[in-house]
């Protein structure tokens, strides 16, 4: 089937197609959110304004972290007292040499995979560029974990 010519007098749309899959495939997203041309948030902002939003901003993911950080916690120690009782009372038995096989292999693995973990540079420039956002993001988040 061929495609239609427009009507007389007006131009044939053309569209430039972007794969999103390709295009994020080579571009982490935290290099659009710090990268250089974003600017200084102490470019667009007083000193005022930045604590505000760094503290607020701070302070809800410091309360959102210790309370998921509290029911995470009390899930992982109630299922260990749960797996404790019931090997205690015989229900299940555990392979200790397996489980410290299998604990030995997953140290090692974190001690390769953090060797070269470092912070891209961009989040870097970010911070030393917004010191005044970093702050109040901090003092936010430890009043947020302490609420």
Not at 71 to 100: C, P, R, S
């Amino acid at each position: 089937r061929r495609a239609q010519s427009p009507p007389p007098g007006r131009k044939e749309d053309s569209f430039n197609v972007l794969d999103l899959a390709e295009y994020t495939k080579n571009r982490p997203w935290w290099r659009k959110v710090f990268a250089p041309s974003s600017g200084s948030s102490a470019e667009k902002y007083n000193v005022a304004t930045q604590l505000v939003i760094g503290g607020v901003t701070g302070w809800c993911t410091g309360f959102i972290f210790q309370k998921v950080g509290k029911l995470a916690a009390t899930a992982v120690g109630g299922g260990f007292f749960l797996l404790q009782i019931a090997n205690h009372t015989g229900y299940i038995k555990v392979d200790w040499k397996l489980v410290e096989r299998d604990v030995n292999k997953a140290k090692q693995q974190l001690k390769f995979h953090s060797s070269g973990n470092k912070m891209p540079p961009e989040v870097i420039t970010f911070l030393k560029k917004n010191v005044i956002l970093t702050g109040g993001f901090a003092g936010g988040f430890l009043l947020g974990m302490a609420s």
